[in-house]
Nanobody, 127 residues
Framework: QVQLVQSGGGLVQAGGSLRLSCAAS????????MAWFRQAPGKEREFVAV?????????YYSDSVKGRFTGFRDNSKNTLDLQMNSLKPEDSAVYYC???????????????????WGQGAQVTVSS
C-alpha cells in the first residue's frame, strides 16, 4: 500500500522560506513520478512541480513558482522535498505531494491523473 507522509509547512512572512517534505513507502520509489500540487480555498488543485523518476532527474515547475521553488528527490531515502523561497501571499495554500507510476509528459501536471496523495501541509504567507 502506497503511503505518502508529509511534514513541514507553517506560517511565514512574505519573502521568507519554508521547506516541505514527503516520505514515501509501499512502492519502488524510483519507478514513480513525484509531484507537488497546491490548493487554495475555493480554488482547484494547482500544479507546482514535477520531478522525473531519477534522483538527478529533470524538474518542471509551474510559471508561478519558477525561480523561487526547488524540488529535491532522494531515491535512496524515498523522500521528496520542496524548498520554497521568496514566498508571496499568493503562495498560501495547502500543499500536497503526489505519486503515480504510469504518467509521462504533460499528464504529470494534471492533478486528476494522480492516485496517491499525501495528507497535505498548510503554507500561509503573511503580507
Amino acid at each position: 500500500q502506497v503511503q505518502l507522509v508529509q511534514s513541514g509547512g507553517g506560517l511565514v512572512q512574505a519573502g521568507g522560506s519554508l521547506r516541505l517534505s514527503c516520505a514515501a513507502s509501499g512502492m519502488t520509489f524510483s519507478d514513480w513520478v513525484m509531484a507537488w500540487f497546491r490548493q487554495a480555498p475555493g480554488k482547484e488543485r494547482e500544479f507546482v512541480a514535477v520531478i522525473s523518476r531519477s534522483s538527478n532527474g529533470r524538474i518542471y515547475y509551474s510559471d508561478s513558482v519558477k525561480g523561487r521553488f526547488t524540488g529535491f528527490r532522494d531515491n535512496s531515502k524515498n523522500t521528496l522535498d520542496l524548498q520554497m523561497n521568496s514566498l508571496k501571499p499568493e503562495d498560501s495554500a495547502v500543499y500536497y505531494c503526489a505519486a503515480d507510476a504510469g504518467l509521462w509528459g504533460g499528464q504529470r501536471t494534471l492533478a486528476h491523473n494522480y492516485h496517491n496523495w499525501g495528507q497535505g501541509a498548510q503554507v500561509t504567507v503573511s503580507s
